[in-house]
């Protein structure tokens, strides 16, 4: 069996006792389309399977390597470096422990699902500890032309909670304000699921008036009402095996909530004048920017669909909220914006980007970097570019959390590094953290 790095140096001086069960759990873990490694409790791989070769493995081997080092470019443990470490985490309770991580890989960073399971050895003692990797879909991948950016702690239990329910049938309920990206971690928890291969369909319940909204969503037999000259299938239809995205849920009009409900509880619907029912296979995935729990209590949502949409709900944070990611998610949007150009932002044009609230949060970033874009002749955004109300209020300024959003999420950054994420220079830097009392990184 050929598995990448199966045993280093240190392993083959040790007795053939304590190889036998390495070289079994390898051959075991070979067979599984799952990436995993294996490593001791020094945080060394001493195995890699074959789906991790075809995935992370690039050009060098990883055996004898720290998972810290190969995974994150570490110098030291993650929980050293100000990170949640899950085989840490592992050790200390001696049970699998589960958590989301960014990973450098062949293709650039990927948010990956880790789960790390200890292994003991005939007299209990913690031997070697497995890490199943499973890389979360296409819409979160920083690296994506349509995906969700961002390493801050709020974005990643965003990601998290996507994982963990991607795979079941639960009906998940997106909140955030509008612009956070809830369409695309919709799409996100449909590529993670079993229905991957179904349909995603979109309802829009803010832009269907109320006297087409049945017959859009359900379809209509034909002669249902004036203009019905045939039967048309509904988009609960289209969605059969697959996801049917609720999008702005709490703009459903009361008159239809409770035609939701029944095809929610019951699984089946009929269409607009028809007498059979039809059953629904079909995923219900929704999304609000309003507050539904205030809507129910004022009568406008109903609270028996509220309880069912809202089965597993995940809050998408504002884009102020996570300040430290504006950099990474400028970047990638500019590239996106001005495809074929090579436009580059000013550290002044990136400290108006960091320090500005954002109301209109992800989107309002991406149409700035588009009229700047269109803007600049050369090569660069500089702060003329930028809208007037992005400009005015920061003035070149660093803000207080924009600054301790980037220090707890890159700890491991020099001084420098952090300056050019932030888009400052380094005297701003260091000079705004000596006013804030805080550790200042390496140069």
Known sequence: ????????????????????????????????????????????????????????????????????????????????????????????????????????????????????????????ALRYFVERMRPLPAPVQPHGDRSIIGRSPAIRQALELVSRVAPSV??????????????????????????????????DCSG???????????????????????????????????TLFLDEVGEIPLTMQVKLLRLIETASYRRLGATEWRRADIRIVSATNRDLRSEVARGAFRADLFYRVSAFPIRLPALRERPGDIPDLARALLARVASGRRLDITPKAMACLTAHPFPGNVRELRNALERASLLCDGLAIEPRHLPAEITRPAAGRLGTDALSQALANEPGLTRRELARRLGVSERTLYRRLREEGGETPPA
């Open 1 to 124: 069996m050929a598995v990448c790095g199966s045993i280093d140096r240190n392993e083959r001086t040790k007795p053939m006792a304590d190889l036998q069960p390495l070289s079994a759990l390898l051959a075991m873990l070979d067979a599984s389309h799952d990436p995993h490694i294996v490593c001791d409790p020094q945080y060394r791989i001493v195995g890699a399977n074959a789906a991790y070769r075809r995935h992370f493995g690039g050009a060098e081997g990883v055996a004898g390597r720290t998972c810290f080092q190969v995974s994150h470019h570490y110098t030291v443990p993650c929980d050293q470096a100000g990170e949640a470490c899950p085989l840490a985490r592992c050790r200390e309770s001696g049970v699998p422990e589960r958590i989301l991580h960014v990973h450098h890989t062949p293709r650039g960073e990927e948010h990956v699902d880790i789960e790390v399971t200890p292994i003991r050895d005939g007299e209990g």
């Open 170 to 203: 639960a009906a998940v309920l997106l909140e955030g304000e509008s612009g956070t990206g809830k369409e695309l971690l919709a799409q996100a928890v449909h590529a993670a699921s079993p229905r991957a291969s179904g349909p995603f369909i979109t309802v």
């Open 208 to 242: 269907i008036p109320e006297t087409l909204f049945e017959s859009e969503v359900f379809g209509h037999e034909r002669g249902a009402f004036t203009g019905a000259t045939a039967a048309r299938a509904g988009l609960v239809e289209a969605a059969s095996g697959g």
